[in-house]
């Protein structure tokens, strides 16, 4: 009994590990950077973590799956835009995120964005690919969605 309770301690402790390995950038110019070396566009989800009951549901029915997980780190490299009530963030991180919602225009939460960019000159460059938000359907109805806004943008 107690190999049984170790081997599933043991299992439970690497899925959690598995869950955990995808890197959310906060800084978008530390992203841009590993976006153009990896040659993967960035994936910029603008949310209200603490207070956005669509956000909190688009992280629980996608953002945190196994499918997205997989689906991201062979797609994407990952921005968290947040704009909490509740939550501090520094002053850097909060311009960072108030210029990034003004310059994407972005009226409401969740958005997703896609987009490649390129920093010249101390300025940063950004080509849209397209949006979304919270779709219906889990992780496989989302993705369907993400999927065709970057192979639109291949041909």
């Known amino acids: 009994m107690r190999k049984i309770f170790i081997l599933a301690f043991f299992i ?17 110019r530390e992203a841009i950077a590993i976006s153009n070396k990896e040659k993967k566009p960035l994936m910029m989800f603008f949310t209200g973590s603490d207070w956005c009951g669509w956000c909190i549901r688009l992280q629980n029915e996608v ?11 062979e797609n994407v490299i990952l921005v968290e835009l947040d704009y909490p009530r509740r939550t501090a963030q520094t002053p850097e991180i909060k311009n960072q995120n108030a210029e990034l ?43 369907a969605v993400a999927d065709g806004i970057l192979k639109s943008q291949k041909m």
Do not use: C, R
């Not at 953002?63 to 780190?73: G, N, R």
């Not at 003004?102 to 300025?123: C, H, L, M, R």
């Open 101 to 143: 919602q003004q310059a994407f225009g972005i009226q409401g939460f969740p958005t997703v964005y896609f987009t490649n960019a390129e920093s010249k000159d101390g300025k940063v460059n950004f080509k849209g690919l397209g949006n979304t938000g919270y779709v219906a359907g889990g992780p496989t109805a989302w993705l």
């Open 63 to 73: 953002l945190k799956t196994p499918e997205f997980q997989k689906w991201a780190k």
């Open 12 to 28: 439970i402790g690497s899925l959690a590990l598995q869950a955990q390995d995808l890197n959310w950038h906060t800084d978008v």
